[in-house]
């Protein structure tokens, strides 16, 4: 069974990456999208427990996802929230990981986060 994925992002080359790395490493299934903190919010309403893993950045369209993140454990706690940012330093980390994220990645760390998916979809 593939792992479900939601994204969370506004950049459309972002978008496009993720969705090359999910093919890339197998076994990731992008189930939605959205890129402001209201789509976000209102997918994840929609689809409580359709998803197994989020990856949300923080800077949005319109919004944040520091807003999106507690949101997406609360209509689905047993999901997994990475966030995958420009600004991922220490203190924003602690402070993604305060609301819930399990992981945090800067995207200058595109490495760090393929290695951190292929361990989740061979996990499953």
């Known amino acids: 069974m593939e792992l479900r994925v939601f994204v969370c992002e506004d950049a459309e080359g972002v978008q496009y990456f993720l969705r090359d790395l999910f093919e890339s490493i197998g076994g990731l299934e992008p189930?939605?999208?959205?890129?402001?903190e209201a789509?976000?919010?209102?997918?994840?309403?929609?689809?409580?427990?359709?998803?197994?893993?989020?990856i949300v950045d923080l800077v949005l369209e319109e919004g944040s996802g520091f807003a999106v993140i507690p949101a997406a454990k609360q209509t689905h706690p047993q999901g997994r929230v990475v966030v995958f940012t420009m600004f991922a330093s220490p203190v924003v980390a602690a402070h993604c990981q305060a609301l819930g994220a399990d992981a945090v990645f800067a995207k200058s760390d595109a490495t760090g986060l393929a290695a951190w998916l292929a361990a989740q979809s061979g996990a499953r």
């Open 39 to 54: 789509a976000a919010k209102s997918w994840l309403a929609l689809n409580h427990a359709d998803w197994d893993l989020a």
């Open 31 to 36: 189930v939605g999208f959205a890129s402001s």
